[in-house]
T-cell receptor, first 116, second 110 residues
């Protein structure tokens, strides 16, 4: 069965370190997204990609970067981790662009990141 | 500012009872509205998607309604089960952008 996976599921790191969160999907979807989820906030878009070599900034992209070298993977990198980046991170994928009618985003299980 | 507000923030009901969750939005232009279910420790899972021309959509015991004129949606859960305990997130699509509500946390007790 097609799926979307994230690794690691839990991560503790120190302020200033570079961290990379992996996202892998076997849906063969062109579109992939990274969100963060914090108490008191809805999911917020960090970066997204509509295909290989395509990346775009979301509403909370500062301090994060992504690269898309193939269809299946969209790793998220925290260049220099900060305590404000402690959060739960979700990767998602979809067939069409996020605004498409009847289009569904499939979410991964999340990565819980703690920055000390 | 485009916003999605959900109420109540949390809700406790007994197994077998019905409940209704509310979502009000100020998103414009509006493309579609989705309801997601998020179990603790997991990613959200889509329940329903409705365009502005649809005013109701069902998925098993879940029925979503949409009033595009008043910019309100509701999610009705019938004959609740323990497995319905989760957060329910309303998501409104503004052309190519999704705006997420903060969710309603539902707890179903036996």
């Amino acid at each position: 069965d097609a799926e979307i996976t994230q690794s690691p599921r839990h991560k503790i790191t120190e302020t200033g370190r570079q961290v990379t969160l992996a996202c892998h999907q076997t849906w063969n979807h062109n579109n992939m997204f990274w969100y963060r989820q914090d108490l008191g906030h809805g999911l917020r878009l960090i970066h997204y990609s509509y295909g290989v070599q395509d990346t775009n900034k979301g509403e909370v992209s500062d301090g994060y970067s992504v690269s898309r070298s193939n269809t299946e993977d969209l790793p998220l990198t925290l260049e220099s981790a900060a305590s404000s980046q402690t959060s739960v991170y979700f990767c998602a994928s979809s067939e069409s662009a996020s605004g498409g009618d009847q289009e569904t985003q499939y979410f991964g299980p999340g990565t819980r990141l703690l920055v000390l | 500012k485009n916003q999605v507000e959900q109420s109540p923030q949390s809700l406790i009901i007994l197994e077998g009872k019905n409940c209704t969750l509310q979502c009000n939005y100020t998103v414009s232009p509006f493309s579609n509205l989705r309801w997601y279910k998020q179990d603790t420790g997991r990613g959200p899972v889509s329940l329903t998607i409705m365009t502005f021309s649809e005013n109701t959509k069902s998925n098993g015991r879940y029925t979503a309604t949409l009033d595009a004129d008043t910019k309100q949606s509701s999610l009705h859960i019938t004959a609740s089960q323990l497995s319905d305990s989760a957060s329910y997130i309303c998501v409104v699509s503004e052309t190519d952008k999704l705006i997420f509500g903060t969710g309603t946390r539902l707890q179903v007790f036996p």
